[in-house]
């Protein structure tokens, strides 16, 4: 078996996991087993569907089911995976002929592994994180929005990716962020505006996507868990924003209300008939947004402004 860390919990696959920390603790009980060799080629026969999410196409892709099994995650046309009640061990039941191991992987550690969490008393949101200083800033937006291209300027500009589109929380006091993987995942656009700052193109996502995993090298990768510091909601500025407002980020603040009705649009938990776990989930955010500061940070939409919205954030976080 092959071991290693992610949100501060040991897994281990009977495949390789290159895009994740090889475990550096101690031996003891395994919290996470995931088997994801030899699939087979035959789906399961299509369910009584939960939930079915939308891909940022707006076509359905994800569905998932439960039963006395534990929770059927179907991806449309891809692969399917079985998460067990417990929510410790994932295995890849089908995988469609010709998907590689590249997409499988990705399907697992960012979309099965983030909503299997929840059954294991985590809690996390739909966010891309670094690490500003000694605390975590996460950022929270819709699909396209630009968390994962301005989690990498602020890499480039000395704060280290923490998280990329699943941020763990702990219901500590205070409030503690769990390390994901390094680096991010970009579209070419992206890539080509960061000026050549990332020496190398990076390694495909899956198959199914342009995106390219960067900025992987564990080096400076801080894996260890933070407070959490700053939230901030992603809004690109209307089409219709003046020319002379175009290079212009601007923050507003949000009052707690505000802030926890969005927060509860940026999650995905996994069984939302479970009301234990929704109870805590509840709980959880509605500290988060009394005790975290809450910012809505409106986008200028050129790749240009990126500098002016890392100097803004970096001037909000060093404040009180």
């Given at each position: 078996?092959?071991?290693?860390?992610?949100?501060?919990?040991?897994?281990?696959?009977?495949?390789?996991?290159?895009?994740?920390?090889?475990?550096?603790?101690?031996?003891?009980?395994?919290?996470?087993?995931?088997?994801?060799?030899?699939?087979?080629?035959?789906?399961?026969?299509?369910?009584?569907?939960?939930?079915?999410?939308?891909?940022?196409?707006?076509?359905?892709?994800?569905?998932?089911?439960?039963?006395?099994?534990?929770?059927?995650?179907?991806?449309?046309?891809?692969?399917?995976?079985?998460?067990?009640?417990?929510?410790?061990?994932?295995?890849?039941?089908?995988?469609?002929?010709?998907?590689?191991?590249?997409?499988?992987?990705?399907?697992?550690?960012?979309?099965?592994?983030?909503?299997?969490?929840?059954?294991?008393?985590?809690?996390?949101?739909?966010?891309?994180?670094?690490?500003?200083?000694?605390?975590?800033?996460?950022?929270?937006?819709?699909?396209?929005?630009?968390?994962?291209?301005?989690?990498?300027?602020?890499?480039?500009?000395?704060?280290?990716?923490?998280?990329?589109d699943c941020l763990v929380l702990r219901d500590t006091?205070?409030?503690?962020?769990?390390?994901?993987?390094?680096?991010?995942?970009?579209?070419?656009?992206?890539?080509?505006?960061?000026?050549?700052?990332?020496?190398?193109?990076?390694?495909?996502?899956?198959?199914?996507?342009?995106?390219?995993?960067?900025?992987?090298?564990?080096?400076?990768?801080?894996?260890?868990?933070?407070?959490?510091?700053?939230?901030?909601?992603?809004?690109?500025?209307?089409?219709?924003?003046?020319?002379?407002?175009?290079?212009?980020?601007?923050?507003?603040?949000?009052?707690?209300?505000?802030?926890?009705?969005?927060?509860?649009?940026?999650?995905?938990?996994?069984?939302?008939?479970?009301?234990?776990?929704?109870?805590?989930?509840?709980?959880?955010?509605?500290?988060?947004?009394?005790?975290?500061?809450?910012?809505?940070?409106?986008?200028?939409?050129?790749?240009?402004?990126?500098?002016?919205?890392?100097?803004?954030?970096?001037?909000?976080?060093?404040?009180?």
């Amino acid at each position: 078996m092959y071991r290693y860390e992610v949100y501060g919990l040991e897994l281990a696959s009977d495949a390789p996991l290159p895009e994740l920390l090889p475990w550096r603790g101690s031996t003891g009980p395994t919290e996470l087993l995931v088997r994801l060799s030899n699939p087979s080629s035959e789906f399961r026969p299509t369910k009584d569907w939960m939930v079915t999410t939308a891909s940022s196409q707006g076509t359905p892709w994800l569905f998932w089911a439960k039963d006395s099994d534990g929770y059927l995650l179907h991806f449309k046309d891809l692969a399917d995976f079985l998460v067990h009640p417990d929510g410790c061990r994932i295995e890849c039941l089908a995988a469609a002929r010709g998907v590689s191991a590249t997409t499988l992987r990705h399907l697992l550690i960012d979309h099965v592994l983030p909503r299997a969490l929840y059954r294991i008393g985590f809690d996390a949101l739909h966010a891309t994180a670094v690490v500003c200083g000694s605390r975590v800033c996460a950022f929270v937006a819709e699909a396209g929005t630009g968390k994962s291209t301005l989690a990498a300027s602020l890499h480039l500009d000395g704060c280290p990716t923490f998280a990329d589109d699943c941020l763990v929380l702990r219901d500590t006091d205070p409030l503690i962020a769990m390390p994901a993987y390094p680096g991010v995942r970009l579209w070419e656009e992206s890539f080509r505006a960061l000026g050549g700052s990332i020496r190398e193109r990076g390694t495909p996502v899956a198959q199914y996507t342009a995106k390219t995993r960067q900025l992987g090298d564990a080096e400076g990768f801080r894996a260890e868990p933070l407070p959490l510091g700053r939230i901030y909601l992603l809004e690109r500025q209307p089409a219709e924003a003046s020319p002379s407002a175009s290079l212009a980020p601007r923050v507003e603040h949000l009052k707690a209300g505000e802030a926890f009705a969005a927060l509860m649009a940026s999650t995905f938990p996994l069984d939302i008939t479970d009301s234990t776990m929704l109870a805590r989930h509840f709980r959880l955010l509605s500290r988060v947004a009394a005790e975290i500061p809450i910012r809505r940070l409106i986008l200028p939409t050129d790749f240009a402004a990126l500098p002016a919205i890392n100097s803004l954030i970096l001037r909000d976080c060093a404040s009180a």
